[in-house]
Nanobody, 118 residues
């Protein structure tokens, strides 16, 4: 089993920045890809960004150029630096972990709320 604990959500104004963190524990050595999904009210959960142990990344088109995902492998922690936030970025952000980028997500965090006011 793998446990994922997110932190760093909150309320900001449009144009501001936030940094999310997700710390993994448990049988984390079997996990290669970690990252973030988000879900806004009334919408489906969508990919935000993923990163594997080698540093390869995948981003949603809607966040490219504004968000940066990074990873500290020894700490089993992934970060999401979110700049130039927009009201449409408001959602619950979920940390995710799986065997690879493109693989089914095997583990989810509990979610952290990000709200961007206009």
């Amino acid at each position: 089993q793998v446990q994922l604990v997110e932190s760093g959500g909150g309320l900001v104004q449009a144009g501001e920045s936030l940094r999310l963190s997700c710390a993994g524990s448990g049988s984390i050595s079997a996990i290669n890809a970690m990252g973030w999904y988000r879900q806004a009210p009334g919408k489906q959960r969508e990919l935000v960004a993923l990163i594997n142990r080698g540093g390869s990344t995948k981003y949603s088109d809607s966040v490219k150029g504004r968000f940066t995902i990074s990873r500290d492998n020894p700490k089993n922690t992934v970060y999401l630096q979110m700049n130039s936030l927009k009201p449409e970025d408001s959602a619950v952000y979920y940390c995710a972990a799986g065997l690879c980028i493109g693989c089914r997500t095997a583990y989810w965090g509990q979610g952290t709320q990000v709200t961007v006011s206009s």
